[in-house]
């Protein structure tokens, strides 16, 4: 059975770092056609961030330039480096596994971690 957990949430002022964590069990993530992080503020739907397919990355627009997607295939972990957080940046994170080809912003995913809390205070 496939587990995906988050951590590295936290409270931050605006404008500092935090580096979020997905950790898998059950399963290589790297056997994963697509890990991708999501977000969902209080009252709004849940939001594509970003995504890591292969070699490819693709980040929201909101998030370009600011955060980063990465894979430690050895740790069998992904990450997402956000800099420059913002008040708007605050939300519950989190990440997701699909073994399925499919459009890269999609949020169509089979597996689901159970999220990490991200508040930026401004």
């Known amino acids: 059975q496939v587990q995906l957990v988050e951590s590295g949430g936290g409270l931050v002022q605006a404008g500092a770092s935090l580096r979020l964590s997905c950790a898998a069990s059950g399963r290589t993530l790297s056997s994963f056609v697509r890990v991708g992080w999501f977000r969902q503020a209080p009252g709004k739907e849940r939001e594509f961030v970003s995504v890591i397919s292969g070699g490819i990355t693709v980040y929201a627009d909101s998030v370009k330039g600011r955060f980063t997607i990465s894979r430690d295939n050895a740790k069998n972990m992904v990450f997402l480096q956000m800099n420059s957080l913002k008040s708007e940046d605050t939300a519950v994170y989190y990440c997701?596994?699909?073994?399925?080809?499919?459009?890269?912003?999609?949020?169509?995913?089979?597996?689901w971690g159970q999220g990490t809390q991200v508040t930026v205070s401004s």
């Open positions: 997701a596994a699909d073994q399925t080809l499919r459009a890269l912003t999609t949020s169509e995913y089979a597996y």
